[in-house]
Structure formats: structure tokens, C-alpha cells
């Protein structure tokens, strides 16, 4: 039983560390920021309809010593109590389809920030305006916001905005009658008292995506900020592709255009497309590896070059792409996937063999592994940019030099003139 017992507890302790793991490699982009600007009702009614808000609810924060409920924020002597929890708002959004910054300025917006501790008649410390941030990026986005509002406030004469900007120490969710509750009583009471000065906001240009919507294309869906494994992908993959895929950057409100049904709210998500409409996609970091399996399924299929590629097969001698390639221009072979250079065909030579035959690689391009396979004792070469199988490499060559002995279905050409 003991043994049993152990054995539940490695599983559970394998499986929380693959979930861990996996959580990891995909930046999320889903975030909370806490905002009192009055009475709660009215503000969650503003936030709820935003495009990228997730879930907005009602309650309270920032007091000390004082119940977080509404019987106690609303009694006389918490009135005028600097210590009273204040009326807030907890909103959850995707910062990949609205910013921090968006949503302080239609704060800024949605009500009277020079007021203190008050919006209209509501007066009382509960109804102070306060931004209360869940990390150090939201209180410069929140600080710089109203000081650009102040300017803005300023010239059209009002005064000093009164609005603190603190770190969130604890959010309580107020009682279930106050959430939606303009939504259950749309005849409540809760006006707006917004000044009516807005920011000066640019023109939306919707991104042109006509070009993804022919043939075959590769999107790598980014963050408009610091995503760590954006950066690991693109130093592991995307700055040595040459594929003849064209692959493109992407945020995630950039895909106007396009069939896409995967979500985008991890960074990087990488989204494989044909004629605009998705294929397939993957969200999170893709080692190499991987990527290249995957693409290779994407651009060759189940085709006598896939398996080739990464079943270790091999080509039917004379096949009709080493016909092809025999006799080519002078120019390199490439790998079909990555792009990277291979071959060239100044150490091209005719081993009469029925495949393609090269004194030497490209320098760094590929790399050996002992191959045992059907009872043979062989080195195999692989493509160092992608993984995928090229062929094997013999001591038979002309005047003592090695014969690389390559699958033709897995390469592409270009003729030096076009490099």
C-alpha cells in the first residue's frame, strides 16, 4: 500500500512540474489592475463592454483596520477616515488587446480626478480616486498617464488631480447585490462625473494583411513589451530562418483579415496559415526541433520528402528531383525547410550512384550521428539549422575524399547569381 501510495505522489509531483513547464513557455499576457473612481457601480458598467477587459468586479481596498464591507466603509465615522477602505473596481485584461495605459487613461476619462474624496454627491473617503497597481510597469504607465492628463486638465482650467497611485495590497470582492448591479437595476443611481477633457488620441490604421491571404505564410504573434520567450525563439529559430515560407511578426490586434481560431493570448503564439486561414498553431516557445517538424508537416506533407526528413528514409535512386538537381547551374543546395546553405555545387561531383554526391558540405551547415540501422555501420548526416535527415557520408569519394551521399527531395536550389 505504501508503494502505491509513492507511486500517486511521483505522478502528481511529474505532472504539476510538465504543467509548470508548460505555463512557463508561453508568456501570458492576462493582468489585473484595481481602480476606485467613485461609486463602484457606475465604474464597472464603464469597464465591463472594453474590448480585452476579461471580467471586471466590484469591491474594495486600500484601508487598514476597517472591515472590507459595505455596512462598515458606509458607517459616520468612516466617513472622512483616510484609513477607509475605498470603492474600487478589480479589472482582468488581455494587455494584448488593451493596454495598462489604455485603461488608465479612460480612467483619467470616466470621472473628476481634481475631486477629493468625492464624485459628485457621493462624499467620503470610500469614493477617493485611487490607482492600484500589480506591478512596477502599471504604476510608470499609471504616472505618466496623469501627468499628461494633468497638462491637459490645466489648459482647460481646472485644478490639481487628486488621485493616488499605489501598489495593491489585498482586493476584496464587495457582496454579491453590488456586482453588475447597474446591469440587474438599470434605473440605479451611479451618474458619471467626468470632465469631458479627453487625450489626444492618433488615428487607427488597420494593418494591411492582404499579402497573408495567398499561398502559405507563417505569423509569429509578439508582445508589444519584454516576452522572454519571444526573445529565446527568435535567437533559437527565427533569426537563422531562410525558409521559403515567409514568416512575419505579428501583435496580437494585428490579425484583422485573417481566419483565426486559436487563442492569442500567450506570446509567442506561432500560427501556420494557407490562403489566410489558419492550419494549425502553437502557442508558446517551440524549440527548434519542434518547429521544424512542424513545418515540415505544414509545407511538405505526407510526401516521399517528409519521410525522408525525419523518418531517416531515402530517395528512389535516379528520382525525379535528383534528375533535376544532377545538372544544375552553379549555385548552393539549400535545406528545404530553414534555408540554410548546404551544399554547393563546386564540390558537386557524378558518383553515378542514383544520388546527389558532394565532396564536402557547406562550412557549420550539417553534423554526424552513427547510424546502425538495417544491420549497417553508417554516419548519417543531418542539417545543423533544422534536424532533418540529408543522407549518410562514405570513405569512397574521388582521389580519397569523402562522398556525401544526399537525398535530393529534402534540398532546394538557387543559382549563385540569385544569393
Not at 134 to 163: F, M, P, R, W
Request: hydrophobic share 35%.
Amino acid at each position: 500500500m505504501n508503494k502505491i501510495i509513492y507511486g500517486i505522489i511521483i505522478l502528481c509531483v511529474i505532472f504539476v512540474s510538465i504543467s509548470t513547464k508548460a505555463k512557463m513557455e508561453a508568456t501570458e499576457h492576462i493582468e489585473k489592475i484595481v481602480l476606485g473612481a467613485g461609486c463602484f457601480w457606475g465604474v464597472e458598467k464603464e469597464y465591463a463592454p472594453i474590448p480585452g477587459v476579461i471580467d471586471v468586479v466590484s469591491g474594495y481596498a486600500d484601508g487598514i483596520g476597517i472591515e472590507p464591507n459595505y455596512k462598515a466603509i458606509t458607517e459616520p465615522e468612516n466617513k472622512n477616515n483616510p484609513n477607509n477602505h475605498a470603492e474600487v473596481v478589480e479589472v482582468t485584461f488581455n494587455k494584448n488587446e488593451i493596454s495598462a495605459t489604455d485603461l488608465i487613461r479612460h480612467f483619467f476619462e470616466g470621472h473628476d480626478p481634481t475631486q477629493l474624496n468625492r464624485q459628485g454627491n457621493d462624499i467620503g473617503t470610500q469614493y477617493r480616486s485611487v490607482i492600484l497597481t500589480t506591478n512596477e510597469n502599471q504604476q510608470d504607465q499609471a504616472k505618466q498617464v496623469l501627468a499628461e492628463y494633468q497638462l491637459l486638465l490645466s489648459e482647460a482650467g481646472y485644478g490639481t488631480i487628486a488621485t493616488k497611485i499605489k501598489s495593491l495590497a489585498e482586493f476584496h470582492p464587495a457582496e454579491d447585490y453590488h456586482q453588475d448591479y447597474l446591469v440587474k437595476n438599470p434605473d440605479g443611481y451611479c451618474p458619471i462625473h467626468a470632465t469631458g477633457i479627453r487625450f489626444n488620441t492618433k488615428k487607427i490604421i488597420k494593418v494591411d494583411n492582404s499579402s497573408l491571404l495567398e499561398e502559405k505564410n507563417i505569423i509569429v504573434i509578439e508582445a508589444e513589451d519584454y516576452c522572454p520567450y519571444c526573445e529565446k525563439f527568435k535567437k533559437d529559430v527565427t533569426d537563422t530562418y531562410q525558409g521559403s515560407i515567409p514568416l512575419t511578426f505579428k501583435l496580437a490586434n494585428e490579425l484583422n483579415g485573417l481566419d483565426i481560431k486559436a487563442p492569442t493570448w500567450a506570446t509567442p503564439t506561432i500560427l501556420f496559415l494557407e490562403n489566410g486561414s489558419e492550419v494549425f498553431a502553437h502557442q508558446g516557445y517551440m524549440a527548434p526541433e519542434v518547429f521544424y517538424q512542424e513545418l515540415g508537416m505544414f509545407k511538405l506533407g505526407k510526401s516521399e520528402a517528409y519521410n525522408v526528413a525525419f523518418n531517416q528514409g531515402t530517395d528512389a535512386r535516379f528520382c525525379k528531383q535528383y534528375e533535376t538537381f544532377r545538372n544544375t547551374p552553379d549555385g548552393i543546395f539549400i535545406d528545404k525547410l530553414s534555408g540554410a546553405p548546404l551544399f554547393d555545387t563546386n564540390d558537386r561531383f557524378d558518383s553515378k550512384s542514383g544520388w546527389l554526391s558532394f565532396a564536402k558540405p557547406v562550412d557549420g551547415a550539417v553534423y554526424e550521428l552513427q547510424d546502425d540501422s538495417y544491420g549497417m555501420q553508417r554516419v548519417e548526416i543531418r542539417s545543423i539549422s533544422s534536424g532533418i535527415h540529408l543522407g549518410h557520408v562514405f570513405n569512397d569519394g574521388p582521389d580519397g575524399q569523402p562522398r556525401y551521399c544526399i537525398n535530393a527531395t529534402v534540398l532546394e536550389f538557387k543559382q549563385r547569381e540569385n544569393l
